[in-house]
């Protein structure tokens, strides 16, 4: 076998070896979580609370707000605590800003750890509880 021969199969198993590591890593590579969309009904309320980034830290919620006939809910004091019982931990309740069309924003909802968390969420005098999972 010539060096050039020699060099060329050296080359070719490298570029080999390059590429079948490149799709490993893009195929295997953890990717982001998308949003976690959840939802909860009361007698007077149905509510679908969109939760951004549910990672540990800090958050934004969007909530949209119908009543039983599906008819946007606005106007409604909204407000979104997270709450771990497991642990033992609970953030402060975070008030939602109407957003129009029964839609709500509470930014800022703390997160604390990964795990199973329940946002506890009040319509007015409402209270719904929604699960969520927390992962890094």
Do not use: E
């Given at each position: 076998?010539?060096?050039?021969?020699?060099?060329?199969?050296?080359?070719?198993a490298i570029g080999v070896t390059v590429a079948?590591?490149?799709?490993?890593?893009?195929?295997?590579?953890?990717?982001?979580?998308?949003?976690?969309?959840?939802?909860?009904?009361?007698?007077?309320?149905?509510?679908?609370?969109?939760?951004?980034n549910p990672k540990p830290g800090s958050t934004?919620v969007d909530i949209d707000v119908t009543d039983?006939?599906?008819?946007?809910?606005?106007?409604?004091?909204?407000?979104?605590?997270?709450?771990?019982?497991?642990?033992?931990?609970?953030?402060?309740?975070?008030?939602?800003?109407?957003?129009?069309?029964?839609?709500?924003?509470?930014?800022?909802?703390?997160?604390?750890?990964?795990?199973?968390?329940?946002?506890?969420?009040?319509?007015?005098?409402?209270?719904?509880?929604?699960?969520?999972?927390?992962?890094?």
């Amino acid at each position: 076998m010539t060096p050039t021969r020699s060099r060329r199969g050296l080359a070719v198993a490298i570029g080999v070896t390059v590429a079948v590591v490149a799709v490993l890593v893009a195929v295997l590579w953890p990717s982001p979580a998308g949003p976690a969309v959840l939802h909860a009904a009361s007698a007077r309320y149905a509510v679908t609370a969109t939760v951004r980034n549910p990672k540990p830290g800090s958050t934004s919620v969007d909530i949209d707000v119908t009543d039983p006939a599906g008819r946007p809910v606005s106007g409604a004091a909204v407000r979104v605590q997270p709450v771990m019982p497991q642990m033992g931990h609970a953030g402060p309740p975070v008030a939602a800003v109407p957003t129009g069309g029964g839609g709500y924003r509470a930014d800022g909802v703390p997160l604390m750890m990964a795990g199973s968390w329940q946002l506890l969420l009040s319509v007015g005098a409402d209270h719904l509880t929604l699960s969520v999972p927390v992962s890094n």
